[in-house]
């Protein structure tokens, strides 16, 4: 995390989890920093109500965010879209969403668990596409919105690792 400050001397973390692996390992490690720094971490889950099972994965997760001792509520997405532009609209309302609760709880940074092989996928769409130099930068680390920074700690750590991390602490994750 010391690459990503600054952060208040007790740091409030909120954390965007799906249930999936790399959300999973990312609210647990988030959690263990936070608490040894005096702050904590705010779990989020929003649920697109795109697929039959997604209530149900969230409410996993919220099971899986009590055990861990870890606030957690679920932002439900009222108004999906279907057709062209379904997963680019899924994003906009979740980034909103996310945003809306760190600025309703004075959270100033936003934790998403994008991580090395995610990088690679993007620099290869990217790629494919014809994208400049800025598109082949990849993601950032750190990016400022309006009322928080998100922030990717797992850039640099491969999917292979963050099983590892679940697997070791015996954490069950989704498969999405």
Not at 68 to 74: G, N
Not at 120 to 144: D, F, N, P
Not at 162 to 167: K, Q, W
Request: contains cysteine; aromatic residues 4%.
């Amino acid at each position: 995390m010391a690459h990503l400050a600054p952060f208040e001397p007790a740091p409030n973390l909120a954390v965007a989890v799906s249930g999936g692996r790399d959300s999973m390992a990312l609210v647990l490690l988030a959690d263990a920093w936070a608490r040894a720094q005096g702050g904590q971490v705010y779990a989020i889950t929003v649920d697109h109500g795109l697929r039959p099972e997604s209530a149900a994965e969230a409410c996993s997760v919220a099971q899986w965010m009590q055990a861990h001792a870890i606030a957690h509520d679920i932002l439900p997405w009222t108004s999906p879209v279907t057709g062209a532009g379904l997963e680019a609209a899924a994003r906009n309302a979740r980034y909103h969403l996310l945003e809306k609760m760190c600025r309703e709880r004075g959270i100033l940074h936003l934790l998403v668990g994008h991580h090395r092989d995610d990088q690679a996928e993007t620099l290869e769409m990217r790629r494919q596409r014809g994208s400049g130099v800025v598109g082949l930068a990849g993601m950032a680390a750190i990016r400022e919105m309006a009322h928080a920074r998100v922030l990717r700690p797992l850039l640099t750590v491969s999917r292979e690792r963050i099983t590892a991390t679940l697997v070791d602490r015996g954490q069950d994750w989704i498969e999405d």
